[in-house]
């Protein structure tokens, strides 16, 4: 280990993904309480996108090193963590930090990777396997019969989501680009065409009585539609504001634009309900539930992959040195399924 040293991307302003830096230096210790991970698989996610455009929610000053999730091989323990850790591949939710080489975690925010998992497989469903189940089984609630409309139903989030629906007994409406359509059909969901199509409309004409839950990480306009495509005692679920990842201005006002409507349509008595989801709000029911909420949906995500419920979809693998490419390759649209840096 002595001889290994760490390798970080940075991302160092508001630039073009060719803008990204490349930081050497010596592997951190891991300190009381923490794990040191040597990263096999770190993710692409739409958060980078926005995240290089100064316009995530609340991303930290510039420069900092990015990378939402990971999954690597505890290589050291930090005093008061249990010696045996040492050698176990495990994943962790980081919003910032996972391009690099190695990183330190708390061990308690390390989650097993059961065998039988690939890293790269683990690493498809780190964020879009936590943000799904959260979605779908703790905001949604959703139950065998139920019909929902996914939007971006090709993406990461999406594609992950609509495999968890189906393997609940739960029918799917999705919406994605023409070309993700022949896919979306082989996962059992009828497929709408964003681009080309009304959605509102075709959505009515699949759903007279209305679905029983929208997920939308459209934001805008699209949250307005999603809310009247609602069924009687159905639930939207915003998780995002993909639609104004571009604008120029507050990169919060979209957001808080969201959680405005959300909250004054839950003020109306009309049986339905509207949420926005933020995978990190949970914390503020304090660290240890947070943690054991995500490990426990984690977990249940891998056990779906492991079953065959749900198919982790690696688009592209590149080094971490390639970071660039793989965040431009993510930013064309062209490819489904993750894109995964590898040391
Ligand atoms: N709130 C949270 O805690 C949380 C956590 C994780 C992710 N997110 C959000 O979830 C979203 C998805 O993330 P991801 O990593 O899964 O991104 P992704 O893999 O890039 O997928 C986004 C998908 O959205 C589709 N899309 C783009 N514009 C659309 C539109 N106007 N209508 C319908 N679909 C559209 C694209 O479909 P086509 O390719 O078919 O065109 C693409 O497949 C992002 O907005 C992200 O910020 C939120």
Known sequence: MDTERLVQVVLPGIVAPEGLEIRHGAVPRAGRGQVLIAMEASGVSFAEQQMRRGRYYDQPPFPFVPGYDLVGRVRATGEGVDPGLAGQRVAALMKVGGWASHVTVDAADAVPVPDGLTAAEAETVVVNGITAWQLLHRRARVRAG?????????????????????????????????????????????????????????????????????????????????????????????????????????????????????????????????????????????????????????????????????????????????????LRLAESGTVSGKIVLIP
């Open 146 to 326: 139920q019909r929902i409309l996914v939007h971006g139903a090709s993406g990461g989030v999406g594609s992950v989501l609509v495999q968890l629906a189906r393997a609940a007994g739960v029918q799917v409406i999705g919406t994605a680009s023409a070309r993700h359509h022949d896919a979306l059909r082989e996962l059992g969901a009828t497929p709408v065409d964003y681009r080309t199509e009304d959605v509102a409309a075709r959505v009515r004409e699949l759903a007279p009585g209305g679905v029983d839950a929208v997920f939308d990480h459209v934001g805008g306009r699209s949250v307005i539609d999603s809310w009247h495509l609602l069924a009687p005692g159905g639930t939207l679920v915003a998780y995002g504001s993909a639609s104004t990842r571009d604008d120029t201005g507050s990169k919060q006002w979209p957001v808080l634009k969201i959680l405005a409507r959300t909250w004054l349509w839950n003020t109306l008595p009309n049986g339905r309900r509207a949420h926005f989801y933020n995978i990190w709000a949970g914390r503020a029911l304090g660290r240890d539930r947070f943690r054991a909420r995500l490990r426990s949906d984690l977990a249940q995500v891998f056990a779906a992959v492991a079953r065959g419920d749900v198919t982790a979809r690696i688009a592209a693998r590149l080094p971490l040195a390639r970071a660039a490419e793989a």
